[in-house]
């Protein structure tokens, strides 16, 4: 685990300043959380191409390790700030509730992977099964969560600043 918590800090620190160059003070919230989802579907193709090419054990279980922590610390901002900031601004829920759910098949996954070793049966699966429902996950908040909480009037700085703060604490104390 201590392998994960360094691997994790340099992507962390690096994103953190770029995006907050780009926007001011702290990014906005719809920035925050795509520049989220393009760094794990970065490390999804990365473990892919671990797992095609039968690397160590250790170099996957690194990668897969820092996906769940990750999606964890994402998925936790999202529950803590993001959705409860979208609710006020949606007259309806049902796309703040289908993003909890998949939340939950996600922990789900992660939780088994964080239990495993990469030469468990299975393993590879469940980390290509995670990017699967990730990838869903991401083009709807994308395409359509993230459109309809910005025309809504959403405060996408403030939210924005929230999350960063929020996530830079989950991510000193993994």
């Not at 392998?3 to 906005?28: E, I, Q, W």
């Not at 690397?55 to 959705?83: K, N």
């Not at 992660?110 to 980390?127: F, H, M, R, W």
């Amino acid at each position: 685990m201590r392998t994960t918590a360094s691997h994790t800090a340099s992507p962390a620190k690096s994103r953190t300043p770029d995006t907050s160059k780009t926007t001011g003070r702290a990014p906005d919230a719809i920035t925050l959380l795509r520049a989220d989802h393009a760094e794990v579907k970065k490390l999804f193709k990365d473990y892919e191409k671990l797992a095609k090419a039968e690397a160590p054990a250790g170099d996957r279980s690194s990668v897969a390790l820092t996906i769940c922590e990750m999606l964890t610390v994402h998925a936790q901002i999202e529950e803590e700030i993001f959705y409860p900031a979208a609710r006020e601004v949606l007259p309806e829920g049902d796309l703040v509730d289908e993003a909890t759910v998949e939340h939950a098949s996600a922990k789900d996954l992660i939780a088994q992977i964080e239990a495993g070793k990469p030469d468990d049966d299975l393993y590879d699966a469940k980390v290509k099964v995670l990017g699967e429902l990730i990838d869903h996950h991401v083009k709807e908040e994308q395409d359509e969560l993230f459109p309809k909480v910005k025309k809504a009037g959403m405060d996408t700085k403030a939210v924005g600043a929230q999350l960063a703060a929020r996530k830079a604490e989950l991510m000193a104390s993994h």
